[in-house]
Antibody, heavy 122, light 110 residues
């Protein structure tokens, strides 16, 4: 079964750090771009970042540039999101998703995890 | 303010047909395919339509998509109560080098 499972969410104070993980199974992880997408409480979906198969290309939404870092370990079939200098507005459910790549965007993000909740509050 | 524009909500009676619009620009919808996602209450998003009008395996053919220029639409026919969900359009934006989403449309089946 193709599956993505996120972990690492929790409550963190403003200015703090958190590292999210996403464990992939059921497909050849190293063959796919991957994305993080978040959803603030009661709000819509917001793409956060994506990463190429070998980690050589990464893109970020402007609001997280310089604060968040996406990475992956293909040997462990895992995707990560290092979040630093967290702000209240980063509070959201964070989903990892299998990304078709910018060049093949027409395929859409076809596999999603169940999400992990990040709350930034003092 | 989302890059892609959707109506916040739509509603229609069971067994009827509803459409949800998605408006963008030349750097996203005008130059790239549109994908649609369905998010049932409390669940993760699910790919509903890809490449403007194609259905992933297992998606009911009551759902259909279309695109013209810088706008796209999702149509749902034969509405059922189980279709109550939030629907999002999305596309890659060549200028931003970002995935951009619509703000989402909440569908209520009356």
């Amino acid at each position: 079964e193709v599956q993505l499972v996120e972990s690492g969410g929790g409550l963190v104070q403003p200015g703090g750090s958190l590292r999210l993980s996403c464990a992939a199974s059921g497909f050849t992880f190293s063959s796919y771009w991957m994305s993080w997408v978040r959803q603030a409480p009661g709000k819509g979906l917001e793409w956060v970042a994506n990463i190429k198969q070998d980690g050589s290309e990464k893109y970020y939404v402007d609001s997280v540039k310089g604060r968040f870092t996406i990475s992956r370990d293909n040997a462990k079939n895992s995707l990560y999101l290092q979040m630093n200098s967290l702000r209240a507005e980063d509070t959201a459910v964070y989903y990892c998703a299998r990304d078709p790549s910018p060049a093949a965007s027409y395929y859409g993000m076809d596999v999603w995890g169940q999400g992990t909740t990040v709350t930034v509050s003092s | 303010q989302s890059v892609l524009t959707q109506p916040p909500s739509v509603s229609e009676a069971p067994r009827q047909r509803v459409t949800i619009s998605c408006s963008g620009s030349s750097s996203n919808i005008g130059n790239n395919a549109v994908n649609w996602y369905q998010q049932l209450p409390g669940k993760a998003p699910k790919l509903l339509i890809y490449y403007d009008d194609l259905l992933p395996s297992g998606v009911s053919d009551r759902f259909s998509g279309s695109k013209s220029g810088t706008s796209a639409s999702l149509a749902i026919s034969g509405l059922q109560s189980e279709d109550e969900a939030d629907y999002y359009c999305a596309a890659w934006d060549d200028s931003l080098n970002d995935w951009v989403f619509g703000g989402g449309t909440k569908l209520t089946v009356l």
